[in-house]
């Protein structure tokens, strides 16, 4: 099926690692021109050149999401770079768990903030788009009261809840916002791989909790992604899709 995304443009934060790297990858597979951030200057590098054969374009910038003007500045240069934006995808998440007064700011800034500040300064350019679409990437933990509870938990809950208002708001406008909440994703350097090797009771848990009896892998999610962005996805807007694998035992009315 063609997804109609071809020469379409897009914005991706945290793309050298497990699902942003994936969507990345599948976006620029399907035709589009996208620009990438990551905080660490050879990441960004190396994706670049790995992914440099796509159909798509593909551009890279080391930047710190959580800095208003370092976000909102790499925004301005990829729309320059690629002559517009039509679909922005919130990815970055500081996976700071914890109770802290710490956990809960990087928590605020990074996951949730830095949503915010994107949308907003991809704005004027969306609303210039002819297939504008924004998808945030939240979680099944801001479903359920899990491990993640404290601080990650309440601020993708948080991510959810904003994405749908924008889908209110912007609807007049042709502007499409959605929100996938995955489940446990495991890649290698990812953190389920590192709770697998420093934490294994709790893997196995959080393994056996799936009824597939895996995770998810991060091309999974990042089709979820890339078929929300897709413009035959015109009606779908204000909508959380869970990618879980039936972890979730709540139902999602």
């Known amino acids: 099926m063609d997804l109609q995304l071809d020469g379409?443009?897009?914005?991706?934060?945290?793309?050298?690692?497990?699902?942003?790297?994936?969507?990345v990858d599948m976006?620029?597979?399907?035709?589009?021109?996208?620009?990438?951030?990551?905080?660490t200057d050879s990441d960004v590098r190396n994706t670049v050149d790995e992914l440099a054969q796509r159909k798509g374009r593909v551009l890279g910038a080391a930047v710190d999401v959580a800095d208003r003007d370092d976000l909102t500045g790499w925004v301005e240069r990829s729309a320059d770079e690629l002559g517009g934006i039509d679909i922005v995808v919130a990815n970055v998440s500081a996976?700071?768990?914890?109770?802290?007064?710490?956990?809960?700011?990087?928590?605020?800034?990074?996951?949730?903030?830095?949503?915010?500040?994107?949308?907003?300064?991809?704005?004027p350019h969306l609303e210039r788009s002819e297939s504008p679409s924004v998808i945030a990437v939240s979680s099944v933990s801001g479903r359920e009261t899990d491990f993640a509870a404290p601080a990650y938990g309440p601020m993708k809950a948080a991510i959810v809840h904003y994405t749908h208002s924008l889908a209110c708001q912007l609807a007049g406008k042709g502007i499409r916002a959605n929100s996938v909440s995955p489940g446990n994703t495991f890649f290698p350097g990812g953190v389920w791989n590192r709770i697998e090797h420093d934490n294994p009771e709790l893997y196995r848990e959080a393994l056996a909790l799936n009824p597939t009896g895996?995770?998810?892998?991060?091309?999974?999610?990042a089709y979820a992604v890339t078929m929300l962005a897709s413009p035959l996805a015109s009606f779908i807007t204000g909508t959380n899709l869970l990618a879980d694998g039936a972890l979730s035992r709540g139902i999602q009315l």
């Open 8 to 23: 379409l443009r897009a914005l991706v934060t945290g793309g050298t690692k497990g699902i942003g790297k994936a969507t």
């Open 27 to 39: 976006l620029a597979d399907e035709g589009v021109s996208v620009a990438f951030c990551a905080r």
């Open 95 to 123: 996976l700071a768990i914890g109770p802290t007064e710490q956990h809960w700011q990087t928590s605020f800034q990074v996951d949730l903030m830095h949503t915010v500040r994107l949308v907003e300064a991809a704005m």
């Open 214 to 221: 895996r995770m998810a892998e991060p091309r999974e999610i």
